[in-house]
């Protein structure tokens, strides 16, 4: 990460970046300008990488510096710088650099004749040749210890702290510390003099060797008060501070297919990009298989994965991959993805934390796997394997990265503490893979016990390992809760039966109900021909009785004649 502290101002106090990784974040900003910095520590803590790395960082920006040495040789000193990449022989050549050898003559000191003097005349005429205003003492304890006298060496030292203080010159001195109580407390005196106050301490921890850092004083300026793990690398000192932990964090991405359309599903359409991703569970159960149809996936949409392994070698992984059918040599020959892979034991956890960060910032990946948290703890103890979980997964989420984790739980079916290190806050989306034993047979079952900003499912899923990879099986709940292995398979019989008994009454209700309908059908036409046969017989009798109306009408109008003309006859006689 570049350092996003300016070279001037931090607040009232003006500051110098060192540039050195991680320290102007616990210093907040740098070291005091125009003032005096005291490096403490014991034989192999850095002290002279500290100042060297300090004035070879400065001197690449334009700024020069001289380093004073009291106990090595100038030639030395250069070879020394270039087994991290540090050429300062080319350096001193744009004077950009100065190795002072002090040697101090034994002669001199026995007849009580050495002077200070000596040595700001040569300081002082080199730093007005150079415009030079950064100095580095390495180590002020053997120039102090040449007098032999505790009054003297205080004197002295008050006269090179203000020699530096009045040319306006920014100097870093270092000083031996040792279990020797009364000789550490000899030079005690030198910390209530110096501005700011760094102690260098590399002791062993759990049985592993391990460096840490710790800012004592800093006179004007906060900065960060724990004690910090640090390494010695090929390219100097590198400090990953835990105390900026949550303060840069970004804001989850977009979700990205974990490969598996079903699993995508269920978690709610995917893995959030630049999460923390924790797959849990016990061996056997398919987290590798899982973690590996993931970098499948994104590889060959052309993204970069890092996978960080402490329990199996690269090629044991590529290999055993094979069987669920994931081949991952196509995405190592691309260049997509890129191991690294090491023993717990074989190195601290600042060691391992480093080499990480390094891989992450040539390779530059979107994506990192890291297999497992549970083989963390052999690089101590569970607070060493905490500090390095909790820094990478920090650096990875201000760097926008996916961090999947793998931890082999102890228990089949446990949940809880599937972390086992304390570091669920960190976690975004956690999957558990358990098993359970059922009618004599072991089936693998998967939740989701979060998944933050995406609407997840709480259920159970039976999962299978195939040769075609994971494949996830539906949800079959019986009384006694989900079904999987045989008692689903049987349950599965039994449904498939039930479900032919239910088509075939079906079809049988079906026949019934075409035959009712033609039985109905046939009674209508019967009714009907009854029906036709009754309206046939009604109108023939209305027929019949309106023919015996007319007759009867007829009949009646012939009677009436009759008797009118009867009438008319006997009327007609009688005239």
């Given at each position: 990460?570049?350092?996003?502290y ?53 001197a ?22 270039m ?39 040569i ?8 415009n ?60 209530f003099?110096?501005?700011c106050?760094?102690?260098?301490d ?35 000192l ?23 359309i ?45 996978y960080?392994?402490?329990?199996e ?31 717990p034991?074989?190195m ?6 480093m ?20 083989a ?38 446990d949940?809880h ?13 956690a ?18 016990l ?39 398979q ?7 039966a039930?479900?032919r008994?239910?088509?075939?009454h ?44 007319q ?13 009118d ?10 005239d």
């Open positions: 990460m570049e350092n996003k300016a070279t001037i101002d931090k607040g009232t106090l003006p500051k110098i970046p060192t540039r050195i990784a991680g320290l102007d974040d616990i210093l907040q900003g740098g070291i005091p300008e125009h003032r005096t910095t005291i490096i403490s520590g014991g034989p192999g803590c850095g002290k002279s990488i500290f100042g060297i790395e300090f004035l070879y960082m400065g690449k920006e334009g700024h020069p510096g001289i380093y004073v040495t009291f106990e090595e040789r100038a030639d030395a000193v250069r070879q020394n710088a087994t991290m990449g540090w050429n300062l022989a080319e350096l001193e050549k744009q004077n950009l650099m100065f190795i002072m050898e002090a040697n101090l003559d034994p002669k001199t000191l026995i007849s009580g004749d050495f002077s200070i003097q000596g040595l700001f005349t300081i002082e005429g080199k730093a007005k040749a150079m030079c205003t950064r100095i580095v003492i390495d180590a002020v304890d053997i120039l102090l210890r040449m007098y032999n006298d505790f009054s003297r060496e205080r004197s002295e030292y008050y006269v090179l702290h203000d020699w530096f203080s009045s040319r306006k010159m920014t100097s870093i001195m270092s000083v031996k510390s040792s279990q020797d109580h009364s000789l550490t407390k000899r030079y005690e005196f030198l910390d003099m110096a501005d106050v760094i102690h260098l590399q002791r062993v921890r759990d049985q592993i060797s391990t460096r840490r850092i710790r800012v004592t004083k800093y006179r004007g300026s906060n900065f960060g008060r724990n004690e910090y793990p640090y390494v010695i690398s090929d390219k100097g590198n400090i990953v501070p835990i105390s900026t932990t949550g303060l840069r964090h970004r804001p989850l991405g977009d979700p990205v297919s974990s490969g598996n079903r699993l995508d599903s269920i978690l709610g359409g995917g893995y959030r990009r630049a999460s923390c991703v924790l797959i849990a569970g016990i061996t056997g159960a398919g987290k590798t298989t899982l973690a590996n149809t993931f970098i499948h996936s994104v590889c060959s949409a052309d993204e970069r994965v890092l960080i392994g402490f329990e070698s690269e090629e044991a992984i590529v290999t055993n991959m094979l069987s669920p059918g994931i081949d991952l040599r196509p995405a190592i020959q691309s260049k997509k993805l890129r191991f690294l892979t090491s023993l034991e074989a601290g956890a600042e060691e391992h934390l080499r990480a960060i390094d891989q992450i910032k040539s390779f530059k990946p979107a994506h990192i796997i890291l297999d497992a948290v549970s963390c703890d052999r690089m101590g103890s569970t607070q060493t394997a905490f500090e390095y979980l909790i820094r990478l997964l920090n650096y990875c989420k201000e760097n926008d990265i996916t961090c999947i984790l793998l931890n082999q739980t102890v228990r089949a079916m949940i503490q599937i972390s086992g290190m304390e570091i669920s806050s960190m976690v975004d989306t999957l558990f893979l358990g098993m359970v034993e059922v009618g004599g047979e072991i089936n693998r079952m998967l939740l989701v979060k998944s933050r900003g995406l609407a997840h499912s709480n259920q159970y899923r039976e999962y299978l390992i195939t040769d075609n990879g994971i494949e996830l099986l539906d949800v079959y709940i019986g009384e006694g809760g989900v079904l999987t292995g045989a008692a689903r049987e349950q599965e019989a039994k449904e498939s039930n479900q008994l239910r088509e075939n079906i079809i049988l209700k079906k026949h019934e109900l075409t035959h009712k309908e033609a039985a109905k059908q046939a009674k209508i036409a019967a009714l009907q021909a009854e029906i036709d046969i009754f309206k046939s017989e009604l109108d023939a009798l209305m027929e019949e009785e309106n023919i015996w109306h007759g009867r009408n007829i009949r009646s109008q012939l009677r009436g004649k009759a008797k003309d009867a009438l008319h006859k006997l009327i007609l006689g009688n």
